[in-house]
């Protein structure tokens, strides 16, 4: 199995910065797909950014010119850059990692979610 932890959140002021990171691990496996995900209270859960090895990067319309994803693939780790944080940005951030494993079988792993609270 795949592990994911993330880490990185916590209390920031609007439009101050945060950078979080995920990192998988586990063995025999390939990375294809790595994002983040937020669900504040009483909303739908949302994907934020995601990256797809060899194809593009994607960013929710709320923090695009914001936020900012970017991975380190020799570590399997993925960050997420947030700056100009908005009250509104305050949710549980989850990291989501898709790929194969050695015996071609798909996975998809979830962390368990850092708390991203923008407050003054």
């Known amino acids: 199995q795949v592990q994911v932890v993330e880490s990185g959140g916590g209390l920031v002021q609007p439009g101050g910065s945060l950078r979080l990171s995920c990192a998988a691990s586990?063995?025999?496996?390939?990375?294809?797909?790595m994002g983040w995900f937020r669900q504040a209270p009483g909303k739908q859960r949302e994907m934020v950014a995601s990256?797809?090895?060899?194809?593009?990067?994607y960013y929710a319309d709320s923090v695009k010119g914001r936020f900012a994803i970017s991975r380190d693939n020799a570590k399997n780790i993925v960050y997420l850059q947030m700056t100009n944080l908005k009250p509104e940005d305050t949710a549980v951030y989850l990291c989501?990692?898709?790929?194969?494993?050695?015996?071609?079988?798909?996975?998809?792993?979830w962390g368990q979610g850092t708390q991203v609270t923008v407050s003054s």
């Open positions: 586990g063995s025999a496996f390939s990375i294809y797909t």
């Open positions: 990256s797809t090895t060899g194809i593009s990067t």
């Open positions: 989501n990692v898709g790929g194969l494993y050695s015996d071609s079988q798909r996975f998809e792993s």
